[in-house]
């Protein structure tokens, strides 16, 4: 898929294009890791045509979709997934659990500041 129609499409499952709306004005740093989930970017390794994995650099394990990997199986982020279930399609499941963990930012950005989305 394009990467900006994959962006798209991602955006609309893990946002549903709600705005954030945080209690106070987040720094630029917090910004740019919400963003990055947001918008589902991937690293720059994950761009190149021969990329096949990469080790978290949190836990060490080797992950095809850093994306994927970090909301769905980090040990890193686990207070996130509260919930076990939920969509059939690994990337329907990471979209609902950051899509959920928007809704409680004050807790996203204590993870997201002690595990850093990779990047
Ligand atoms: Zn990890």
């Not at 917090?30 to 021969?50: A, F, S």
């Amino acid at each position: 898929m394009e990467a900006s129609s994959r962006q798209a499409a991602w955006y609309a499952k893990a946002t549903a294009y709600r705005p954030l709306l945080p209690a106070r004005k987040l720094s630029r740093a917090d910004e740019v890791k919400l963003h990055r989930l947001r918008l589902g970017y991937r690293t720059l390794e994950e761009l190149r045509d021969d990329f096949e994995s990469r080790q978290c650099d949190h836990c060490g394990n080797l992950a095809r979709h850093l994306l994927k990997h970090y909301l769905l199986s980090c040990p890193t982020t686990a207070q996130l997934r509260q919930q076990i279930g939920g969509p059939e399609d690994d990337e329907d499941r990471a979209a609902l659990v950051l899509r959920r963990a928007l809704e409680d930012l004050p807790r996203l950005l204590v993870v997201a500041r002690s595990a850093p989305p990779l990047r």
